[in-house]
Structures are given as structure tokens and as C-alpha cells.
């Protein structure tokens, strides 16, 4: 069993910056992944950012490239979501999620098995 708690959403001004949590009841598997989606009202959820448990190898949304950072701490029971330069088509709710298993697809979330309740960032122009 796995349960995550995410943290650290809030209201910002285009082009500030939150760093968003993602607290686990367990570390995480050698072979898991953690992944960050996001989904605002009237669209799909889409992959943000997810990072792989033993190497760390990230992976990120073209639409996030070069602004948002996914990491690890070194118990490998919290990973973060620093996001930079947010404009309002970042507003969304934004959820962690774990699966056990290295997937095919490191951001679809089918290949996710745990969720969060999500955390809500909401920026203004």
C-alpha cells in the first residue's frame, strides 16, 4: 500500500513560483516512479513531470520544460514539484501519484496506481 499527501498549492501572480510536495506513508519502491498531473476544470488530466526512484532520471511535459523541476529526497519518501515562471494556463489541480513498476510510459497516468487528493494552484494574470 502507498498513500500520498500533497502540499504546497496557493495562489500566485503570473511569473512567481510554488514549490509543491508530495509526502509518501513509505519509501519508494527501487523499481517505482512518482509522477506529477495536473487538470483543470474542463480538461484532461495530463503528465507534468515524474521521476524514477533509483537513478532519479526525470521526465517532463514540453509545456513545462525549462520552468518546472521534479526531485527527490534522499529517504525517497518525498518528491517535489518547484515550479517557476507560472502563467494561468499552469492554474490546475495538481496531483502526485506513485506505481510500483518502472512504466513504458513515465507520464501516462494509467501507468499509476496511487493518487493523491490533489492540491490546488491558481495563477493570476
Known amino acids: 500500500q502507498m498513500q500520498l499527501v500533497e502540499s504546497g498549492g496557493g495562489s500566485v501572480q503570473a511569473g512567481g513560483s510554488l514549490r509543491l510536495s508530495c509526502a509518501a506513508s513509505?519509501?519508494?519502491?527501487?523499481?517505482?516512479?512518482m509522477g506529477w498531473f495536473r487538470q483543470a476544470p474542463g480538461n484532461h488530466r495530463e503528465g507534468v513531470a515524474s521521476?524514477?526512484?533509483?537513478?532519479?532520471?526525470?521526465y517532463y511535459a514540453d509545456f513545462v520544460k525549462g520552468r518546472f523541476t521534479i526531485s527527490q529526497d534522499n529517504a525517497k519518501k518525498t518528491v517535489y514539484l518547484q515550479m517557476n515562471s507560472l502563467s494561468p494556463e499552469d492554474s490546475a489541480m495538481y496531483y502526485c501519484?506513485?506505481?510500483?513498476?518502472?512504466?513504458?510510459?513515465?507520464?501516462?497516468?494509467?501507468?499509476?496506481?496511487?493518487w493523491g487528493q490533489g492540491t490546488q494552484v491558481t495563477v493570476s494574470s
Open positions: 513509505r519509501e519508494m519502491d527501487s523499481t517505482g516512479y
Open positions: 501519484a506513485y506505481t510500483q513498476f518502472s512504466p513504458g510510459a513515465p507520464m501516462g497516468q494509467f501507468n499509476y496506481r496511487y
Open positions: 521521476i524514477s526512484s533509483f537513478a532519479g532520471r526525470t
